[in-house]
């Protein structure tokens, strides 16, 4: 067996205390510029209630799956095997103690806690294990992961507290974006997570209530298997308005998440307020259907891809809240350089020369644009962008829904611009379950040689082995310009400076244990 | 007055079922899957083929109405697609916000408008009235979002005076709930208090020139008198049957201003409804809607009639 982590000072789970610090970032009230977020010196105090601001409700019948709603709830009520570090991006172990691969990588096994107990009063078992992940598997649960879990034959508890998987591909490293999303849930209960009359986990907070699209209530849980939380509750108000939910900031609640790059100018130079920077986000993608004319043509591809200028969207767009990226995935992910995370930079005279190449000079560009959050205003400088170098853009903006139904049935037409979440998950998850990447993709890319690098990626055992694969897999996938990542924007969020300790791990979810207020 | 109420009924009724038929089938035709939004954007066809067949929205629109519309017959309402709880249940946590929110705002336009309106009707003179009438154009022409967002700026943020978000119900804390509704009330009923002050004014000058009026001052009846008993009363029927119409626009106009005051009452949940295409709960709401506006404009139909001999003859 090749052992891949091990309880350690790196991996160790002797407290969730250290496992997440350093998740989010601070932005001074005036400029975005980041920065760890500083524990309040002196001893954390107990009690008080955490009352937090968010533009989605919670939707406990989709808590296996990626929600942003679920985002500052999912991992308080319930706990996850590991979770994935937001400095290192690696797994670290919360439910789960010890983990093991056999050498082939088919066979993996994990050890979890012995004196974990549901908020019912339960004790968690292997079974509960077992039971999560093959619920991950069901469609009408609606994870993300499910073409992972797919791929597993067994999943088999092999002792009270061992859980065994075997799969035909290698398992790990993939394994711990599935952890990382299939929070540990309550056979018994399960079904009372479908309207949120019985949400049942074993995290250091206790659902008390839900108003749905309204607001949620945590109390704390005393029984936690760890130290008890120091908040005594936690409150989660869903104001849909943008802009509203960052007035609620004035008194009603002490922290607003999501905020809009736009509505966090109105707490710059505010002495009590702190902007803040959290790891996960959004990818903004512009996708190309390969097998529409002239777009079947990768001259004109790469073109566009030279033909943006990522700066300004992050400077006009953003206010200067986003990363100018080429690739997928967060740029601590194994492999990455600054190479493939800047292939693309802002080079009209390349891409008119590209242009001129492809024989495309003054080629009609269709564009279906996402009418989701900042996608119309980027469009925007997008259009302006095409045209500068001889192209003609006709954009198409798509209300929300209407977009994510032609999305799923890969119907988008010659070119699109979405928005993807779920940063922070490996590169090799990502190319399955991100559905500008996925098989049956809207740009209909599929080519043999694209499978074969997802598969030796995902086959990858080891870090060099990975990060070699994952090169050759992104110079692939960004010389055939099926889809262009624009920027990445990471969630703004804004708190009264009284809330301390705040965690997030890399995927964005905030992990509340820690937290305290200095009132 | 019973033969009026009965004639009434009727129209009532087919009001109500063609409503219904619009709520069931106005969701559908706007694009659009709910069991896209259960499943997420990331869903693949497969997972919203599977959750589509949970929510029973693979079934032919035809079984789904007769399903809903023998429902709500029996006093069933449904479920919400997204949070599986009783759309009743949903609308009832929500309704009280609203209620208070549009009781609040309809006082504050009867009061207001009257004033203003009998102010208005009453001021002859140039300067005053050049004053009174640029007050109602401008009233007039302020949308309530824009109102609020001024008073939000005005009072919440640079005085501090009241609240800008969120709500206390005035039933568990009289005091603390009305500061919380007097913005929100505020920004609801001035367009609408202006409208009525406007109509108010309109035919006050009109009853002016009747010949009941001229009589009147001819008789030598007090200017006073004449104002109050012969131009006002006779000018009120025009602002009764006005402000029916308007409590439906105040309605309308909570939804806009909820969301700026981050109240969650059921212009909320209207909206996020539609936006996550929850069909049984718009559907209800659109239904809910349209029986308020109806009973409210019956209501002021029947008032109207009391005050009005001529009305309740013609029927």
Redesign the interface.
């Known amino acids: 067996m090749t052992q891949i982590c091990k309880k350690g000072p790196r991996f160790g789970v002797a407290s969730r205390r250290s496992i997440l610090k350093s998740g989010a970032a601070i932005l001074s009230a005036a400029v975005l510029a980041t920065t760890s977020v500083q524990a309040q010196e002196g001893t954390p105090k107990d009690g008080g209630t955490l009352r937090i601001a968010q533009t989605a409700d919670i939707q406990p019948n989709n808590i296996l799956a990626g929600r942003g709603g679920n985002n500052p709830f999912r991992h308080n009520v319930f706990d996850s095997l590991t979770v994935l570090d937001s400095e290192t991006g690696q797994p670290r172990g919360v439910l789960a103690t010890d983990w093991s691969s056999s050498d082939d990588g088919l066979t993996f096994t994990v050890q979890i806690r012995d004196d974990v107990t549901f908020h019912s009063g339960r004790p968690m078992t292997a079974e509960d294990v077992v039971y999560t992940l093959e619920q991950v598997a069901v469609p009408t649960n609606s994870s993300q992961m499910k073409p992972l879990v797919d791929e597993w034959i067994s999943i088999e508890a092999t002792g009270d507290y061992e859980v065994t998987i075997t799969s035909e591909t290698p398992i790990a490293p993939r394994v711990f974006d599935v952890f990382q999303l299939a929070v540990i849930v309550d056979r018994e209960t399960f079904g009372g997570l479908q309207d949120g009359s019985e949400v049942i986990g074993t995290g250091p907070f206790e659902f008390d209530s839900w108003s749905p699209g309204a607001s949620v209530r945590m109390t704390r849980n005393e029984d936690y298997w760890d130290d008890p939380a120091h908040l005594e509750a936690v409150e989660i108000n869903v104001i849909n308005d943008s802009t509203a939910m960052a007035n609620a900031l004035r008194g009603r609640v002490d922290m607003v998440l999501d905020l809009t790059p736009r509505d966090q100018v109105m707490f710059q130079g505010d002495p009590n307020i702190e902007i803040f920077n959290s790891p996960g986000g959004q990818f903004f993608p512009l996708g190309i259907d390969v097998t529409a004319e002239p777009f079947d043509n990768k001259a004109l591809r790469q073109a566009i891809g030279y033909a943006i200028d990522r700066e300004r969207i992050i400077d006009q767009v953003m206010s200067g809240a986003g990363e100018a990226a080429s690739v997928w995935w967060r740029s601590n992910e194994t492999g990455s350089t600054d190479e493939i995370n800047s292939y693309y930079s802002y080079d009209p005279d390349r891409a008119r020369a590209l242009i001129a190449e492809a024989g495309a000079e003054g080629t009609t560009v269709p564009i279906n644009v996402i009418g989701y959050g900042s996608v119309p205003a980027i469009y925007e400088i997008v259009q302006n962008n095409l045209r500068d170098v001889g192209l003609v853009p006709q954009g198409q903006i798509l209300e929300t829904a209407a977009f994510d139904q032609r999305q799923t049935a890969g119907d988008l037409g010659a070119s699109f611009m979405q928005i993807h979440g779920l940063q922070g998950f490996s590169a090799a998850t990502l190319v399955d379950a991100l559905p500008a990447l996925r098989t049956n993709n809207p740009s209909k890319f599929d080519p043999p040689r694209y499978e074969e690098l997802k598969l030796a990626l995902q086959s990858a055992q080891g870090e060099e082995a990975y990060a070699a694969a994952l090169q050759e897999l992104a110079n692939f996938m960004l010389d055939e310009a099926f889809s262009h990542v624009l920027i990445k924007a990471q969630p703004i969020g804004a708190k009264r400076v009284e809330v301390q300790d705040l965690e997030f791990d890399n995927t964005g979810f905030l992990h509340l244990a820690d937290t305290w207020l200095d009132d | 007055m019973l033969t009026f109420l009965a004639r009434r009924l009727p129209s009532v009724a087919l009001m109500l079922v063609v409503t219904a038929l619009i709520a069931f089938l106005l969701p559908r035709l706007g694009?659009?899957?709910p069991a896209?939004?259960?499943?997420?954007?990331?869903?693949?066809?497969?997972?919203?083929?599977?959750?589509r067949e949970?929510l029973g929205l693979d079934r032919p629109v035809l079984v789904q109405f007769g399903d809903w519309a023998g429902r709500i017959v029996t006093g069933d309402f449904g479920?919400?697609l997204?949070?599986?709880?009783p759309v009743a249940q949903?609308i009832a946590?929500?309704l009280s916000s609203t209620m208070e929110l549009a009781i609040a705002a309809t006082l504050l336009m009867i009061v207001m408008g009257l004033g203003l309106g009998i102010l208005a009707g009453s001021v002859r003179k140039g300067g005053s009235r050049a004053a009174i009438d640029g007050t109602l154009s401008v009233l007039l022409a302020t949308p309530p979002h824009v109102t609020g967002l001024i008073l939000?700026l005005i009072l919440?943020?640079s005085w501090r005076l009241l609240?800008?978000?969120?709500e206390v119900s005035v039933f568990d804390d009289p005091v603390t709930g009305l500061t919380y509704l007097i913005l929100p009330a505020f920004a609801l009923a001035l367009p609408q208090a202006a409208m009525i002050a406007r109509l108010i004014q309109a035919r006050m000058s009109q009853v002016r020139e009747e010949d009941f009026v001229d009589l009147a001052k001819a008789k030598g009846v007090p200017p006073r008198r004449i104002a109050i008993s012969h131009v006002l009363r006779n000018s009120l029927g025009t602002a009764v049957i006005v402000t029916g119409v308007r409590v439906g626009e105040i309605l309308a106009g909570a939804v806009v201003i909820e969301?700026?005051?981050?109240r969650?009452g059921l212009g909320?949940?209207a909206?996020?409804a539609i936006?996550?295409?929850d069909y049984e709960v718009v559907q209800i709401i659109v239904l809910f809607a349209v029986v308020i506006a109806v009973v409210v404009h019956f209501l002021s139909e029947i008032l109207l009639a009391a005050l009005d001999p001529r009305i309740r003859l013609d029927s």
């Open positions: 694009g659009g899957d896209q939004v259960v499943a997420g954007p990331d869903a693949t066809l497969a997972q919203v083929e599977a959750v949970q479920t919400s997204i949070s599986n709880r949903l946590s929500r939000i919440g943020i609240p800008i978000s969120g969301a700026i005051f981050a969650q909320t949940l909206v996020s936006q996550s295409r």
